[in-house]
Structure formats: structure tokens, C-alpha cells
């Protein structure tokens, strides 16, 4: 599991847009998805998820909205916006470029992905 807040910080929002992109989930969902796709690198909290998700809501990236399961409960899923589509393209753009100087330092020469 990646402990280290710096690095989970610069890449939560491209990570949860990028999870968006696919379908609209509700908060454990995210972290589930999340977790499983890394292997469990990732393990959000949700006291951890949840405030990210509000400011990204609140920067209009992505918009919740209630839906009542099929067991009658009912549950705030969050979806992109088109604003969020976009960032998630300039975000993607600065991750590439900003992994693939790292890889340069790192690896000692040329790297390309």
C-alpha cells in the first residue's frame, strides 16, 4: 500500500476522473475499484475520499446525484462533467510528461512511454 500523501495527492483527481470516465459510482464503489485495480496500492478511507470528491463537485468536475438501489436503498453516485472531461485530458497530459522525466532521472537516459 502507497503511504505517502505527496504522491497519492498529485494523483487522486486524475485517478478518480479517470475512474468516471467509465461509469458513475457511488463512494465505496470507488474505493473498491480503486483498490483492486492497484493491487491495493491504493486504499482510499472514505474520510479521505469523500472531502475530494466535494471540492471536485464543488470546481464543477463532477456532479452527484441520489439513486435508489434495487434493495431500497439509496445512495449518492458522481458522475464527469464535460469541465471534468477536460481536465481529466490536461491532468492525463501533465502526468505523461511529468512520469516521463521521472523515468529520464530514474532510469538514467532517455525513456519514452
Known sequence: ???DKG???GSTVLM???LL???DCYGYEIIRRIADRSDDAFQFKEGTLYPVLHKMESDGLVKSYRKETENGKTRTYYRI???GAKELAAEREKWNEFTNA???VVRGGAYAV
Do not use: H, S
Request: no cysteine.
Open 81 to 83: 462533467t464535460d469541465r
Open 7 to 9: 504522491l497519492l495527492g
Open 1 to 3: 500500500m502507497i503511504n
Open 16 to 18: 478518480l476522473l479517470a
Open 102 to 104: 521521472v523515468n529520464k
Open 21 to 23: 470516465t467509465e461509469e
